[in-house]
């Protein structure tokens, strides 16, 4: 059973389109995350959702907007896609908002803005 | 300065051998540590927590110093499997546990 899920695995778009990226844990974790990994391999927070209620929000262009209908999914929208818009997006999900617990990543979006 | 910096690497080390990886932060507050491991085109997995003790796991030992900001992973008898990279990873945690990710560290394991 995949704990956490991420659709679509690749997403190859133009520049300017609109595009959806959905996470799903079925681990009944309360705290739900959005990454992003550059060419760089450089991985950083973008949002963080507790219980549905937006927690952390990172510098991160409003052309992203996360949304969680429920505690077992975040999603994440953007609009208008750029060039540098090309990463990994990793989802994640923790137990708990406290700091000593560990996350577990969904197996990432490679997205790609042509 | 990065939040979380580490030796980018590539180590090229042959089976067997020992290897260490360090990382320093910048953030005193940070509250808890971590070495995640992340296998090319996968997602980051967590290897180990990291306390102010240090802390073993099989060929894997763990070290923390608070004072100096430090943290370090020792490698023992190096597998094939264990080529990854290695990511140090420190938690904030001011904000429901909100992680810092070094850029990691690439090992290589020759037969």
């Known amino acids: 059973d995949t704990a956490v899920s991420q659709t679509p695995k690749y997403l190859v778009t133009q520049m300017g389109n609109d595009k959806s990226i959905k996470c799903e844990q079925n681990?009944?974790?309360?705290?739900m995350y959005w990454y992003k990994q550059d060419s760089k391999k450089f991985l950083k927070i973008m949002f963080s959702y507790n219980n549905k209620e937006l927690i952390i929000n990172e510098t991160v262009p409003n052309r992203f907007s996360p949304k969680s209908p429920d505690k077992a999914h975040l999603n994440l929208h953007i609009n208008s896609l750029e060039l540098g818009d090309s990463a990994v997006y990793f989802c994640?999900?923790?137990?708990?908002?406290?700091?000593?617990?560990?996350?577990?990543f969904g197996p990432g979006t490679r997205l790609l803005v042509l | 300065r990065k939040e979380v910096e580490q030796d980018p690497g590539p180590f090229n080390v042959p089976e067997g051998a020992t290897v260490a990886f360090n990382c320093t932060y910048s953030n005193s507050a940070s509250q808890s540590f971590f070495w995640y491991r992340q296998d090319c085109r996968k997602e980051p997995k967590l290897l180990m927590s990291?306390?102010?003790s240090g802390n073993e796991d099989g060929r894997f030992t763990a070290q923390l110093n608070r004072a100096s900001q430090y943290i370090s992973l020792l490698i023992r008898d190096s597998k094939l499997s264990d080529s990854a990279t290695y990511l140090c990873v420190v938690n904030v945690g001011n904000q429901g546990g909100k992680l810092i990710f070094g850029q990691g560290t690439e090992l290589s394991v020759k037969p």
């Open positions: 990291v306390y102010s």
């Open positions: 994640a999900s923790s137990p708990l908002s406290v700091s000593l617990e560990t996350q577990y």
């Open positions: 681990l009944g974790h309360d705290t």
